[in-house]
């Protein structure tokens, strides 16, 4: 069955759809954030932006603030299950440490990226938005840690990388991815995704006191 509501707009009966008009909210804020930026952009203008009233963002958003921790939220999932979704994948129980955290990357990279102005609404947009937003962005953070402290511990008990406690090296790479992507997210021609993976590989084998993943052989069939 539909979710719809009927409205009553200067005596004209209307229909709205509240998950069509939270998408439109949605990509309207993802546009406007990106190019004019969160700070400069009012409710009054994303309302104009997705066609909707005024009082139909209340009833979808608690504030302008609620929409952008929904952008960020729909970006940072869509990374985590990229990932989840990666270590189901054939062969990545046997593929060597070097190449697991590769494929770890690229697929998480490959999906952060794929909207450029997601992305830089996520990675750009909100920081220093305020301490309700960077307690967020810290709770995600939080779960790559552990996410990425487990990826550490399962390469050194396979005798791979640095013993003892990751947590403080795991931090700071976590800070350098966050970093990383928000130089994507602000010049994505100048540090293009395949770089970003690339990037996000040699820092996380270096960290962990891993090899580097061997140079590609050169093409000799041209």
Request: charged share 30%; hydrophobic share 45%; proline share 4%.
């Amino acid at each position: 069955m539909v979710d719809a509501m009927v409205d009553r707009w200067d005596g004209v009966r209307a229909t709205r759809d509240p998950v069509r008009c939270r998408e439109q909210l949605m990509a309207a804020g993802r546009t406007l954030f990106a190019v004019y930026g969160y700070a400069r952009t009012s409710v009054e203008d994303l309302c104009v932006a997705a066609h909707v009233q005024l009082r139909d963002f209340y009833r979808e958003f608690e504030s302008r603030e609620a929409l952008l921790f929904d952008l960020y939220d729909e970006v940072a999932i869509g990374g985590m299950r990229a990932t989840e979704l990666e270590l189901a994948s054939e062969g990545i129980e046997t593929c060597s440490t070097q190449e697991r955290i590769r494929r770890l990357f690229d697929a998480y990279v490959r999906v952060v990226t794929r909207d450029p102005q997601a992305a830089r609404v996520a990675f750009v947009e909100v920081l220093g938005v305020s301490r309700a937003m960077d307690e967020h962005l810290a709770m995600w953070r939080s779960v790559w840690v552990e996410f990425l402290t487990r990826e550490a511990e399962r390469a050194a008990e396979r005798g791979h990388g640095t013993d003892g406690d990751l947590t403080v090296v795991v931090q700071v790479l976590t800070h350098s991815v966050d970093e990383l992507l928000a130089h994507h997210g602000r010049r994505p021609r100048q540090v293009p995704r395949d770089w970003l993976t690339s990037e996000l590989t040699r820092m996380s084998l270096a960290m962990m006191g891993l090899a580097p993943l061997p140079a590609p052989l050169p093409d000799r069939t041209a």
